[in-house]
Nanobody, 115 residues
C-alpha cells in the first residue's frame, strides 16, 4: 500500500510560480512511475506530467517549457515546478503512482491562478 500526500497548492497571480510536492509512504518508491494530473471544474482529469522510474519525463503540450517534474527517490517525493502560470492552469492537482498491478492517487491540492 502506498499513500500519497500532495502539498504546495495555493493562490497565485498570473505569471507566478508554485512548486507542488507529493510525498509517498512505503518502500520501493523508485519503482513507480509518478504522475501529476489536474482536473478543472467541468472538465475531465488530464495528465500534466509524468516521470518514470528511470527518470524519463513527458508533458502535456500546454505546459511544456513552463512545468518541470522531478523526483527525489531518497525522500520518496515527486515535485512539479510550475512557472509562468496562467488562469487555465487553475485546477485540482493530483499525484498518481503506478506500477504493474498497482495504482494509487493522492487527495489533490488546489491551484488557483488569478488574473
Amino acid at each position: 500500500q502506498v499513500q500519497l500526500v500532495e502539498s504546495g497548492g495555493g493562490l497565485v497571480q498570473v505569471g507566478g510560480s508554485l512548486r507542488l510536492s507529493c510525498a509517498a509512504s512505503g518502500s520501493i518508491f523508485n519503482m513507480y512511475t509518478m504522475g501529476w494530473y489536474r482536473q478543472a471544474p467541468g472538465k475531465q482529469r488530464e495528465l500534466v506530467a509524468q516521470i518514470t522510474s528511470d527518470g524519463s519525463t513527458n508533458y502535456v503540450d500546454s505546459v511544456k517549457g513552463r512545468f518541470t517534474i522531478s523526483r527525489d527517490n531518497a525522500k520518496n517525493t515527486v515535485y512539479l515546478q510550475m512557472n509562468s502560470l496562467k488562469p487555465e492552469d487553475t485546477a485540482v492537482y493530483y499525484c498518481r503512482a503506478t506500477r504493474i498491478l498497482r495504482d494509487y492517487w493522492g487527495q489533490g491540492t488546489q491551484v488557483t491562478v488569478s488574473s
